[in-house]
Antibody, heavy 118, light 108 residues
Framework: EVQLVESGGGLIQPGGSLRLSCAASGFTVSSNYMSWVRQAPGKGLEWVSVIYSGGSTYYADSVKGRFTISRDNSKNTLYLQMNSLRAEDTAVYYC????????????WGQGTLVTVSS | SYELTQPPSVSVSPGQTARITCSGDALPKQYAYWYQQKPGQAPVLVIYKDSERPSGIPERFSGSSSGTTVTLTISGVQAEDEADYYCQSADSSGTYMVFGGGTKLTVL
């Protein structure tokens, strides 16, 4: 059974850094397309970043240069390093995995809340 | 940057048919996906590759595509279908993913 469990969220001051983790089970992280998707309070879904099975990474313009996606194959875990955090980064962050085509988000974690506030 | 456009809200009575549209310039080239999200829950994929239905999703959910518009159709809407629905696709290069703004389906 595919499971994704996020952790690492919390309250952080503007300008600070935070690293989110997504522990995967039931499959191999390095063999799939893995993404981070966020949702600000009361707002819609926003794609943040993807790491392809080959290792290529891509980012939404809103986080490019500040966030870094990575994976640890030995721990079967996906990460999102978030630097220079802003109030507008406040959101629930979900990790997600493709299921059918590489471009879908067929599996989701439960999400972890990041609050950027002084 | 690439955008997908959805109506903010759709309302239907139980048993009627709900249609939610999503428009984007790259949709003739890229598949669309649809997600259902209920309050406090993670999204659930209900349609993939424009019109395919994942296992476990009721048959009343269907998808279609025509040019730059894709449509999610829910036939015989039930009270439990009240939720936010999001379309998702990729830009023309297939590199960047994007979500539509979401549509709140209200069952009257």
């Amino acid at each position: 059974e595919v499971q994704l469990v996020e952790s690492g969220g919390g309250l952080i001051q503007p300008g600070g850094s935070l690293r989110l983790s997504c522990a995967a089970s039931g499959f191999t992280v390095s063999s799939n397309y893995m993404s981070w998707v966020r949702q600000a309070p009361g707002k819609g879904l926003e794609w943040v970043s993807v790491i392809y099975s080959g290792g290529s990474t891509y980012y939404a313009d809103s986080v490019k240069g500040r966030f870094t996606i990575s994976r640890d194959n030995s721990k079967n875990t996906l990460y999102l390093q978030m630097n220079s955090l802003r109030a507008e980064d406040t959101a629930v962050y979900y990790c997600a995995r493709d299921r059918y085509s590489g471009y879908d988000f067929g599996y989701w974690g439960q999400g972890t809340l990041v609050t950027v506030s002084s | 940057s690439y955008e997908l456009t959805q109506p903010p809200s759709v309302s239907v009575s139980p048993g009627q048919t709900a249609r939610i549209t999503c428009s984007g310039d790259a949709l003739p080239k890229q598949y669309a996906y649809w997600y259902q999200q209920k309050p406090g829950q993670a999204p659930v994929l209900v349609i993939y590759k424009d019109s395919e239905r994942p296992s476990g999703i009721p048959e009343r959910f269907s998808g279609s595509s025509s040019g730059t518009t894709v449509t999610l159709t829910i036939s015989g809407v039930q009270a439990e279908d009240e939720a936010d629905y999001y379309c998702q696709s990729a830009d023309s290069s297939g590199t960047y993913m994007v979500f539509g703004g979401g549509t709140k389906l209200t069952v009257l």
